[in-house]
């Protein structure tokens, strides 16, 4: 028989962990929900927008009552559970419903704090926290004139800008001098304030209420200070505090929430919490992002698998009034021990500010220009040394260069026909109504229903701005909680720690080992562990080729029309008459469509049927030709100029520079692909400040750059060092690309990567340890003797031969009569 699961609060927290346990186990539970308001699950983050007249009710709704039925979960709405039997285990609703449980979940969320003065409980004094109270204002705007909000945080901010925009007169009463004074400095705090009574609010600043005044609605609104002002409604918009009162009759242990451990259960080993309603090593929450993180650890343990654990979550805040731009994440106000970096543009309304502590950003806090909010928000998370970017990192990832959108990266202004993810095509429109009709709330879950940043993931910053903009703007991460995929909750530095620590060489023994939920994985975990295994075990673990992309599997590129193309190597961009007479023979024998010099001094072959790869590959090796991976994860290109053998200008022989790289380090499987490139002065012809790793010729020796893109995101390298030799120059690259591979995360890019892990980081590897740098070009040329094969001639000689062979077509007879072809 199934084990029974009772959830006690049908809100966001509590009805997210149930969607990530049916993901996991949904046979393993008979579920049982109690709501104690009149609806199903519904986004209470988007309440602002409702009372603004932005959205319906129906709008945001996340769960209507069919997805209840269609995963056989009872559903008490409108029915609140007075109290929890654990002797019995069992629960009592206010109807007298009574539910046996063998596991319980509370997610009571929070209640609004209503400050203790005379005539608060008048009618016309409402709180912002549920659908019910959004109906009571709407209806007083319909009524009545003057509305009073008492409460200048982001809730209460939120609620003035609904009804202002419903036509009422509407004053803010806050008890301190600065709006928002948990989010927001001063400066940004003025620049709001501002702002908002430009469209019309009033404020009243360090105003105490002392009672409210009415017979039996609410009149006037009085002041410490014996000062009165008219109110129709007065909103109680002073912070909320976690619904623990359940809990505690319950003999629960809470102290300001439900105290709850790492694994979401609290002292009762059979009860769970989650939510605005729970207290975590200390804190409490009240943004949606860190109780969704709650939800899925919660469903690990209730599913069984035991390997989730919560550590608490980083969050940052973006208020929900259209047109008004705001950021904060963060310890933003800083101490004697902390540095202020501060960028303002007063005209323009921009205002940037950054606490620094051993150059690690500690807080941000931003207004007018929030693009870059999720990057900082990141660069914090992650602890990154910011040291190398210090002088910059005021003006954002701009300042790197972007010819996909430039100056026009304002995500809130953008029109839906712009293309946010250049890999697959995808517009600011797809996702905006992916997140608006799917409910989406995470990366994850935008990724998986537009592919946008799934690829080479240089828009990732650009979809989580979009994401929290469409959303509602509480972003939050917990830290080393982004999982692989969804067959596991661990992270990919996770995954790949365990495999070493604990040997594992196979993929079955990795997932078997480590809990994989799916005994088969899934095509996005699959891939990325054939890396990691082909990485830390070379000469132990065996290439699964259907654990690859189709490219890297036919060893060719598919086209738009369903064809192949094929790029031989040519070394360094160096190649001879008999090579190319080679090539011109396979393009006449094949008939092919087109052959095109490629960016990376190559001639590519376009227009070839799968059947006939392995024919083209057999010409062209016998010509001396390899593959030259233009589909892989792998090296690419060494692009060369013809240095000082020719030119003038020329200080070295790059180009046999940088045929010796390309020598020694194709048919290297990486992260993602990896170009290169060698100069040999400093016009840079070659163009390698735009690659993976570049060496810039000089009369002294060989200046090393690392981490440039070309691509749709253009990124300039990061100067790494200078070195007087081209065994150092080799060294060096070797040791730089095994850094790469084992540190990056599978389908990240040198650009992203370095962006993530800081160049500090790079420098201390490669050029300030001398040992450690030699072990690591040791382990790069170890790894070369197992991956230095071509694969062309493989298939040649008959590997892998199935992905090859055509299928034949046969003619039968239609129930009509006529022919009809199939394969």
Request: aromatic fraction near 8%; hydrophobic fraction near 35%; glycine fraction near 10%.
């Amino acid at each position: 028989m199934k084990e029974r699961l009772v959830v006690i609060g049908n809100g966001m927290a509590g009805i997210r962990t149930v969607e990530e346990l049916l993901k996991v186990a949904p046979d393993a539970y008979d579920i049982t929900v109690f709501g104690a308001e009149p609806h199903a699950n519904y986004n209470r983050i988007m309440l602002s927008p409702v009372l603004a007249g932005e959205k319906t009710i129906e709008d945001i709704i996340l769960n209507d009552d069919q997805w209840y039925a269609d995963n056989n979960i009872t559903l008490h709405k409108g029915n609140t559970i007075t109290s929890i039997d654990r002797v019995n285990r069992k629960v009592c609703a206010e109807d007298g419903t009574e539910e046996s449980y063998d596991r319980l979940l509370i997610a009571t969320g929070s209640e609004p704090f209503i400050i203790p003065v005379p005539g608060n409980d008048l009618e016309g004094v409402v709180s912002f926290r549920d659908i019910h109270d959004v109906d009571l204002m709407l209806e007083a705007a319909m009524k009545h004139k003057h509305a009073v909000v008492i409460g200048g945080g982001l809730l209460g901010l939120e609620a003035a800008n609904g009804l202002i925009q419903q036509g009422m007169s509407v004053t803010v009463v806050h008890l301190m001098d600065t709006l928002m004074e948990r989010q927001l400095d001063q400066p940004a705090a003025i620049m709001l304030k501002e702002s908002l009574e430009e469209r019309g609010i009033n404020f009243l600043m360090q105003a105490q209420t002392e009672a409210i005044v009415g017979k039996d609605r609410v009149e006037k609104v009085r002041f410490k200070d014996g000062t009165e002002i008219y109110a129709d409604l007065v909103v109680m918009a002073v912070g909320i505090r976690p619904n623990i009162k359940l809990a505690k009759e319950a003999g629960i242990h809470c102290e300001r929430g439900i105290v709850i451990n790492d694994t979401t259960q609290t002292y009762d080993p059979r009860i769970y919490s989650v939510g605005e309603c729970i207290q975590h090593r200390g804190m409490t929450y009240g943004l949606v992002a860190p109780l969704f993180e709650m939800g899925k650890v919660c469903a690990n343990h209730l599913a069984k698998y035991g390997i989730g654990r919560y550590e608490g979550s980083v969050t940052s805040t973006k208020l929900k009034v259209t047109g008004i731009d705001l950021f904060s994440a963060g310890d933003f106000i800083g101490n004697e021990n902390t540095d202020e970096l501060v960028f303002q543009d007063a005209s323009r309304g921009i205002y940037r500010k950054l606490v620094v502590q051993d150059n690690r950003i500690k807080g941000a806090v931003m207004y007018g220009d929030t693009i870059d909010g999720t990057w900082y928000f990141d660069l914090m998370r992650d602890e990154t040394d910011i040291s190398d970017m210090r002088n910059t990192i005021l003006f954002g990832q701009a300042h790197l260069g972007d010819s996909g959108h430039g100056e026009e990266q304002r995500v809130a202004a953008m029109p839906d026909s712009t293309e946010i993810c250049g890999c697959n095509g995808v517009t600011k429109g797809d996702i905006v109504n992916a997140i608006t009709e799917k409910k989406l709330f995470t990366l994850d879950d935008v990724r998986a229903h537009t592919k946008a940043s799934g690829s080479c993931g240089s828009c990732t910053g650009l979809v989580e701005s979009l994401l929290a903009h469409t959303v509602g703007g509480d972003h939050s991460v917990a830290p080393h909680l982004k999982p692989i995929c969804g067959c596991s909750d661990m992270s990919h530095d996770d995954v790949r720690a365990a495999m070493i620590q604990k040997e594992l060489t196979s993929m079955p023994e990795l997932m078997s080992s480590l809990n994989w939920k799916n005994s088969d994985g899934c095509p996005k975990c699959r891939m990325a562990l054939n890396y990691y295994l082909l990485c830390a075990w070379p000469d132990k673990y065996e290439d699964q080729s259907q654990s690859r992309f189709i490219n890297e599997r036919a060893h060719a590129n598919i086209q738009n029309d369903g064809t192949y193309s094929v790029i031989p190597r040519i070394w360094g961009g160096d190649t001879t008459p008999a090579e190319l007479k080679a090539i011109a023979n396979v393009a006449e024998k094949y008939n092919v469509k087109t052959v095109h010099v490629t960016g990376g001094q190559r001639i590519g072959l376009y227009g070839l049927k799968k059947d006939e790869l392995p024919g083209v590959w057999s010409d062209l090796n016998a010509a001396g030709l390899v593959s030259g991976h233009a589909y892989g994860k792998a090296l690419r290109t060494v692009k060369t100029c013809v240095g000082k053998e020719w030119c003038r200008f020329g200080t070295q022989d790059s180009t046999h520079m940088g045929i010796e790289l390309e020598k020694l380090s194709w048919g290297s499987w990486t992260p993602h692909k990896f170009k290169m490139a060698a100069s040999g002065c400093p016009r840079n012809c070659a163009e390698a400040t735009i690659k993976d790793f570049g060496v810039v010729c000089v009369d002294s020796g060989y200046e090393l750059h690392v981490g440039g893109n070309g691509g749709i995101k253009v990124r300039v390298t990061d100067f790494l060092c200078t070195v007087k030799t081209e065994e150092e120059v080799l060294e060096y690259c070797a040791a730089y690309m095994q850094l790469y591979r084992e540190d990056a995360h599978y389908l990240e890019r040198t650009a992203p990567w370095i962006e993530r892990v800081g160049l500090t980081f790079v420098k201390e590897k490669i050029v300030e340890d001398d040992e450690g740098r030699k072990k690591l070009a040791e382990r790069f040329l170890f790894s070369q003797t197992f991956s230095q094969d071509d694969p062309w001639q493989g298939r040649v000689e008959g590997a892998e031969q199935h992905e090859f062979n055509a299928l034949k077509q046969i003619r039968v007879k239609s129930t009509q009569g006529s022919d009809a072809e199939l394969a």
